[in-house]
């Protein structure tokens, strides 16, 4: 599954943005798509993921962005977004897409977003 990140950009605190992340093909009906970030020289923070199977889909998220973020996806393009508001400047980024199921594990090459104050 290839993985394409758009939506990044630079914004003022308190602004929004929404990322995009398209799939290129989704055969399987059980996977988790979701977002890291990432700050030179830090570790990757997994911030959302969106479990997808079964009758519904699970949000999930990491408590730096719990109340601000929202992970959602569109069924029909396998693409999955986020839409971050109240952005502040410790959420300055690269943010990349991630995709894994029990057969293949992908990543996009990421988005940044820089958070002025």
């Known amino acids: 599954v290839q993985l394409v990140e758009s939506g990044g950009g630079l914004v003022q605190a308190g602004e929004s943005l929404r990322l995009s992340c398209a799939a290129s093909e989704i055969t399987i009906h059980i996977y988790t798509m979701g977002w890291y970030r990432q700050v030179p020289g830090k570790q990757h923070e997994r911030i959302a993921a969106?479990?997808?199977?079964?009758?519904?889909?699970?949000?999930l998220y990491a408590d730096s962005v719990k109340a601000r973020f929202t992970i959602s996806r569109d069924k029909g393009d396998n693409t999955v977004y986020l839409q971050m508001n109240n952005l502040q400047p410790q959420d300055t980024a690269v943010y990349r897409c991630?995709?894994?199921?029990?057969?293949?594990?992908?990543w996009g090459r990421g988005t940044p977003v820089t958070v002025s104050s």
């Open positions: 991630f995709f894994v199921s029990e057969e293949t594990y992908s």
């Open positions: 969106l479990v997808v199977g079964g009758n519904s889909d699970s949000a």
